[in-house]
Each structure stands twice: as structure tokens, then as C-alpha cells.
């Protein structure tokens, strides 16, 4: 038997204001993709090739960075009145995030050094070492520099802002503090941070929700060590000791930053367990 409702349902499912059935926002202009399609502009005359990979890779990174900046800013601002799940939550994703930074070097692993050398000249003077959302991650997580700012002086001023904001306003790590003593926890010294955390992890069945918290946070760290060590190999394997572009010491300088915290205290409290 037919349904006399049908042919009205298609009907009306035709005449639908939404999608691809009349709507006005498409999914390109959700995304704005013809601006950010755009956005890959090589320098190389003749063009070289793998460019536009080197290009497109780190666009990628300073949209990851972006969005970890949004979650670790949330994290912070939960922390800071005293929540500890969806702070985890948020850094979780970051953890997500990174791993997916990590494998991506992976991709610009299949440059080989000789293809490298055709365009990177046209990168001097810019270099990763100016990527601000990366310097914002760290200050935000704990890893505040200000000499940075003196340092490299090709910033934006709205760079120099958020990063001067950055410096000023509570980290993830300080944030981390003020939920602990909003839970009773003394955080004055590095000697009662330690006997608190020590504390926490010797009665997870009470103090569960910060531990996993902390738990978390050095994941976080963790991660974002890794990667730094992962872009050490990947530099070290395209141009071996020169300087980067920047007029850092190349790889030399980036094995300096392997071994930095954010949270050197969860990581010392390995050590008094």
C-alpha cells in the first residue's frame, strides 16, 4: 500500500532551508577555505617542490597550537577556582593534539636533506624559533622565559602582547596550586608542595581527582618533551650541525631544550615515593 505521506515528505525534505537543500553557509565558507588554500605561497625560483610540504606542515603545527592554547586556557581558568575533571579533560585533548605533532614529523621526514637545500635559503631569517603560540604554550603550562622577549626582536606587537599577557597571568602549574589549597593542601614551600602531593599519591582512594590531575599534567609534559626531541632528530637529520636559519645553534640549540619542565616538582616527587 502506498503512504499518501510520502510524496509530501520528499517533498518538504526538497524544499528544506539547510545543507545542501538551499542553505546559505557551505561548508567551505564554514572553514574559510579559500583564504586558507590560499595561504601556501612558495618563495622558490624555479619552484622546489617539496616546499609546499615544508609550508603546508607548519601552518598545520600553528593550528594545532592554536587549539591547544584554547583548551590549556580553559584548563587554567577551571583550575583557578577550583575544578579538577574537565580540567583533565582538557588536557587530554592537548595530549591527543601532540601525539598527532609528533607523527607529523614523520612527514616531513620523507623531504630528503638534498630537497630541503633547494628552498632553504629562502627561509633565512625566519625560523620556528618565532613562532609565538609555541612560547605561549610553554608560558602557559609553566615554562615561563621572559628573556625570550628580549631575545628575539622580530615579535609583532600583538605578539609581544599575548606573550607579555602570558607571562603575567597564572599558568596551568599555579593554577594546579591554587585547586590544591582550595582543597586544604599547603603549597607555600617547595617543601609542603612536595609533602602535599606526597600525600595525594599515597591515598588515591580520597585524593583520586588530583592525582589523576597531576597524572595528566605530566603527560602533558611528557608529550611536549618528546616532540621537541622527535623535531631534534628530524633537524639534525636534514642538515646534520649547520645553524637554523634563525642564527640558532641548529640542533645543538634544540638539544638544550629537551630536558625542560613544566612541572619539575611532579617529576621530582618520583623520587621522595
Not at 583548551?71 to 583557578?80: G, S, V
Not at 626531541?229 to 639534525?236: Q, S, Y
Not at 616538582?265 to 618520583?270: A, K, M, V
Amino acid at each position: 500500500m502506498t503512504n499518501p505521506s510520502a510524496g509530501n515528505v520528499a517533498g518538504n525534505w526538497q524544499d528544506a532551508h539547510f545543507g545542501e537543500q538551499g542553505g546559505r553557509l557551505t561548508y567551505g565558507d564554514y572553514l574559510q577555505l579559500s583564504g586558507l588554500l590560499d595561504a601556501q605561497v612558495p618563495e622558490s625560483d624555479p619552484a622546489a617542490h617539496d616546499e609546499l610540504l615544508f609550508i603546508t606542515i607548519h601552518q598545520v603545527y600553528e593550528l594545532w597550537f592554536k587549539l591547544i592554547l584554547h583548551e590549556l586556557t580553559d584548563a587554567r581558568d577551571r583550575l583557578l577556582v577550583g575544578e579538577t575533571y574537565l580540567p583533565r579533560v582538557r588536557l587530554e585533548r592537548c595530549l591527543a593534539i601532540q601525539r598527532v605533532l609528533v607523527g607529523q614529523v614523520d612527514v616531513i621526514d620523507t623531504m630528503t636533506p638534498q630537497d630541503f637545500l633547494r628552498f632553504r635559503n629562502k627561509l633565512s631569517p625566519a625560523s620556528g624559533f618565532q613562532s609565538a603560540q609555541f612560547r605561549e604554550i610553554e608560558f602557559l603550562s609553566g615554562l615561563k622565559d621572559p628573556t625570550y622577549l628580549q631575545r628575539f626582536r622580530g615579535l609583532s606587537d600583538l605578539e609581544t602582547s599575548r606573550l607579555t599577557r602570558r607571562l603575567d597571568e597564572p599558568s596551568v602549574w599555579e593554577a594546579f596550586l591554587v585547586t590544591l589549597e582550595k582543597a586544604g593542601f599547603a603549597v607555600a614551600s617547595h617543601e609542603d608542595r612536595i609533602a602535599s602531593l606526597l600525600t595525594i599519591s599515597r591515598d588515591r582512594e580520597h585524593y583520586g581527582p588530583f592525582w589523576d590531575l597531576a597524572e595528566t599534567m605530566v603527560a602533558h609534559d611528557q608529550a611536549w618533551s618528546l616532540w621537541r626531541a622527535r623535531h631534534v632528530l628530524m633537524a639534525e637529520r636534514q642538515i646534520g650541525t649547520k645553524a637554523g636559519t634563525g642564527g640558532s645553534a641548529g640542533g645543538a640549540y634544540l638539544r638544550s631544550r629537551v630536558e625542560l619542565r613544566f612541572y619539575p616538582e611532579l617529576w621530582e616527587l618520583r623520587s621522595h615515593m
